[in-house]
T-cell receptor, first 112, second 113 residues
């Protein structure tokens, strides 16, 4: 069965520094997608970045990059140059077939 | 601009009431999803639909049913609301396939008293 683990319930980072949010997954499907979503205090889930299981390169989207280590089944999100507006909940998700499984989330606090 | 809308942001219902949560998307997406979100548990899939009139159970379907009569609309029904169904309910839609991101609505915070 699919499983997503985010081991950091909460994290602090200084403004303008980089931060890594951890995510490990467990699936026996050879073809799958990995996603990160951001949920600000307003509540709406916002898609950040996607990585396909067959992609050779790590995905990047602006200040977001996904550190994909397939053998270790990890898909960590790296946020560079943190901003105060990055304070939010972050969810890692993995999809295979029709279903997507979400992790429990990491709450990120950016300090001024 | 893509959009998923949900009928209510906040809802208060009494135990035993029948509750309807509506979701509409304007992106012509094949897939639609209902999740509930509880602190420390992330998002858990209740039901999803990959086509009109088609539905599949997610991980926690007990106590819920769904309806998709039109492509753009996906309804979640609580046949007889109970206090343990107090939660945040999120609707989402996506293109077909595991490689597409989901677009979420603003959520409905349901309180059952």
């Amino acid at each position: 069965a699919q499983k997503i683990t985010q081991t950091q319930p909460g994290m602090f980072v200084q403004e303008k520094e980089a931060v890594t949010l951890d995510c490990t997954y467990d699936t026996s499907d050879p073809s799958y997608g990995l996603f990160w979503y951001k949920q600000p205090s307003s509540g709406e889930m916002i898609f950040l970045i996607y990585q396909g299981s067959y992609d050779q390169q790590n995905a990047t989207e602006g200040r977001y990059s996904l550190n994909f280590q397939k053998a270790r089944k990890s898909a960590n999100l790296v946020i560079s140059a943190s901003q105060l507006g990055d304070s939010a909940m972050y969810f890692c998700a993995q999809s295979a077939g029709f279903k997507t499984i979400f992790g429990a989330g990491t709450r990120l606090f950016v300090k001024a | 601009d893509v959009k998923v809308t949900q009928s209510s942001r906040y809802l208060v219902k009494r135990t035993g009431e029948k509750v309807f949560l509506e979701c509409v998307q304007d992106m012509d997406h094949e897939n639609m999803f209902w999740y509930r979100q509880d602190p420390g548990l992330g998002l858990r899939l209740i039901y999803f639909s990959y086509d009109v009139k088609m539905k599949e159970k997610g991980d926690i379907p007990e106590g819920y049913s769904v309806s998709r009569e039109k492509k753009e609309r996906f309804s979640l029904i609580l046949e007889s609301a109970s206090t343990n169904q107090t939660s945040m309910y999120l609707c989402a839609s996506s293109l077909s396939g595991p490689y597409y991101e989901q677009y979420f609505g603003p959520g409905t915070r349901l309180t059952v008293t």
